[in-house]
Nanobody, 117 residues
Framework: QVQFVESGGGSAQPGRSLRLSCAASGSIFSISIMGWYRQAPGKQRELVASINKDGSTYYTDSVKGRFAISRDNTKNTVYLQMNSLKPEDTAKYYC???????????WGQGTQVTVSS
């Protein structure tokens, strides 16, 4: 079972940028769709962005035009470039598979992103 380790989070002022990285313990080459998820306090975890093997992407409406997801299958790593950050982007961010669905126990520790002035 592939495990994921997220990094790159931190504190940022509104309008600034952060780049998150997700290192997989095994190959992601065969994983159809990889995703970045986030969970804010008191809210359910939501899919923020996903990327297919062919490079096609999906973004939830609230981050369109600001976030960019990418994957490097040679490094077994998925990235999330977050620009023009807003306070409502504050959450813990996780990466995992989108398709196939995430396996129980496969979630990493996540990386905290806090946006405030």
């Amino acid at each position: 079972q592939v495990q994921f380790v997220e990094s790159g989070g931190g504190s940022a002022q509104p309008g600034r940028s952060l780049r998150l990285s997700c290192a997989a313990s095994g190959s992601i080459f065969s994983i159809s769709i990889m995703g970045w998820y986030r969970q804010a306090p008191g809210k359910q975890r939501e899919l923020v962005a996903s990327i297919n093997k062919d490079g096609s992407t999906y973004y939830t409406d609230s981050v369109k035009g600001r976030f960019a997801i990418s994957r490097d299958n040679t490094k077994n790593t998925v990235y999330l470039q977050m620009n023009s950050l807003k306070p409502e982007d504050t959450a813990k961010y996780y990466c995992n598979t989108k398709s196939p669905p995430p396996l129980l126990g496969s979630w990493g520790q996540g990386t905290q992103v806090t946006v405030s002035s």
